[in-house]
């Protein structure tokens, strides 16, 4: 079975620009998490989608947003970039989301904002 | 509000060392407890996870015990190898669906 894939895998932009980091699950998962790395800020969740709807999210700025599609696949929007969205962009798929299930890692996006 | 916090690394071992890292969290109910490692350049994998008070997850050769009363998860393993070198976050959901709270993560190097 195939992992979380992510794409692309590395992105320079300049400040100001917008972003769109695609994510597609583990065949059969149906809820996806995004979470930002970061050197200072560490590991942070963004957001979480279970069948097209976002049933959580973090405490980040409205210029993150995400979608999900019918086949599971995700992805998140920055927009208005600032150089502190610089970040390793993790994307995580589970069956139904819940808590006892184990959540599975693609291998990020990293963003640079120049 | 959750969260967790490890001990502060790195951690630096000999081959064959015991190796122990510190993680306790703060909670409300009864959070799901994991360990997560993340390898040089790559993204997080789950090394082993306990989702009730006194489970023990184990993988590889590490395991971590739920303990309840003291609020901690620490991770053990009796003898680590070079390859064991890596990050390594603990984390916990504790309510919201899939929502992740991790550590800061302890960063571990084995010398041969």
């Known amino acids: 079975k195939a992992g979380v894939t992510q794409t692309p895998r590395y992105l320079i932009k300049t400040r100001g620009q917008q972003v769109t980091l695609s994510c597609s699950p583990i065949?059969?998962?149906?809820?996806v998490s995004w979470y930002q790395q970061t050197p200072g800020q560490g590991l942070q969740f963004l957001f979480e989608?279970?069948?097209?709807?976002?049933?959580n999210k973090g405490n980040f700025p409205g210029r993150f947003s995400g979608r999900q599609f019918s086949n599971s696949r995700s992805e998140m929007n920055v927009s208005t970039l600032e150089l502190g969205d610089s970040a390793l962009y993790l994307c995580?798929?589970?069956?139904?989301?819940?808590?006892?299930?184990?959540?599975?890692f693609g291998p990020g996006t990293r963003l640079l904002v120049l | 509000g959750d969260s967790v916090t490890q001990m502060e690394g790195p951690v630096t071992l000999s081959e064959e060392a015991f190796l122990t890292i510190n993680c306790t969290y703060t909670?409300?109910?009864?959070?799901?407890l994991f360990w997560y490692v993340q390898y040089p350049g790559e993204g997080l994998q789950l090394l082993l996870k306990?989702?009730?008070?006194?489970d023990k997850g184990s993988n590889k050769g590490f395991e971590a015990t739920y303990r309840k009363e003291t609020t901690s998860f620490h991770l053990e393993k009796g003898s680590v190898q070079v390859s064991d070198s890596a990050v390594y976050f603990c984390?916990?959901?504790?309510?919201?669906?899939?929502?992740?709270?991790f550590g800061a993560g302890t960063r571990l190097a084995v010398h041969p």
């Open positions: 995580a798929s589970s069956a139904s989301g819940s808590r006892q299930e184990t959540q599975y």
């Open positions: 065949s059969g998962h149906r809820s």
């Open positions: 989608y279970f069948s097209e709807t976002q049933r």
């Open positions: 909670a409300t109910g009864y959070p799901s």
């Open positions: 306990a989702t009730k008070a006194d």
């Open positions: 984390a916990l959901i504790a309510g919201g669906y899939n929502k992740l709270i």
